[in-house]
């Protein structure tokens, strides 16, 4: 069975012991069908509300930036953005290396940088500060003087499934804990709550394994024990 939104709908009508879907009444299925969609794009919804950065929603966004220009709206389906990763791209009829932007607090920009909102001559080259403001947008400091290219990764929000072969960007190995969840959905709307509940543990015990394959990481350590060797002497030091 494909691995997009009709088969998903039809891995639930299964399990129910209900008539499969096929690509020409999809569109206009109604009752427990229309339910069943509901339930999958629940299931993916709630996966991803379970976790802000799962690898499959990570983007890289490169961004023009426009001369005497500070401030820049977040991308439509930003969920959270990575202050971290912001970076110019090097450009040589610009004249520019590729640089690092460091994150600065809010606070610290309005005591210090402010005014290159107001004027331009004021505070202009190459960004070398980006600030989250308290909406939508992030500030650049110096305000840029050029059409740099800005380079910053961010994590998505899952788009809703409507088409028969639409597809989620939940790697297909993980295709099972989706359909839990939708069997969550579907006990629920046929108010089955021991088989709700039944469901909704294998669908949380789904998530945790997810979590724990591709969230969980075993942080690298590195050792400045300094070594002596037998004679006493400081291993590496020619001591």
Do not use: C
Not at 5 to 21: C, H, K, S
Not at 81 to 93: A, H, L, P
């Amino acid at each position: 069975m494909a691995y997009d939104f009709i088969g998903l709908v039809n891995d639930v009508n299964r399990r129910l012991n209900e008539v499969e879907l096929t690509s020409a009444n999809f569109a206009s299925a109604t009752g427990f069908y229309s339910q069943a969609k509901d339930a999958v794009n629940a299931s993916i919804r709630y996966i991803n509300q379970s976790e802000y950065n799962w690898p499959f929603n990570h983007t890289e966004q490169t961004t023009t930036l426009v001369a005497n220009t500070s401030r820049y709206a977040y991308p439509t389906d930003a969920k959270v953005i990575n202050f971290q990763s912001f970076r110019i791209k090097e450009d040589t009829t610009l004249g520019n290396a590729t640089t690092r932007v460091k994150e600065l607090a809010y606070e610290e920009y309005l005591d210090k940088y402010v005014a290159q909102e107001y004027n331009n001559s004021t505070n202009q080259g190459v960004p070398i500060y980006v600030v989250q403001a308290p909406d939508l947008e992030f500030i650049l400091s110096p305000e840029p003087d050029k059409a740099y290219v800005l380079v910053y990764e961010y994590y998505t929000f899952p788009t809703t499934l409507s088409a028969a072969t639409d597809t989620t960007n939940i790697p297909e190995r993980f295709r099972h804990v989706i359909v839990d969840g939708a069997m969550y959905e579907a006990y629920m709307f046929r108010s089955n709550l021991q088989a709700a509940g039944l469901a909704k543990s294998k669908f949380d015990e789904g998530i945790k394994h997810m979590r724990s394959q591709l969230i969980n990481r075993t942080p690298y350590m590195r050792s400045y024990m300094i070594r002596r060797n037998t004679t006493g002497a400081v291993a590496g030091f020619g001591i």
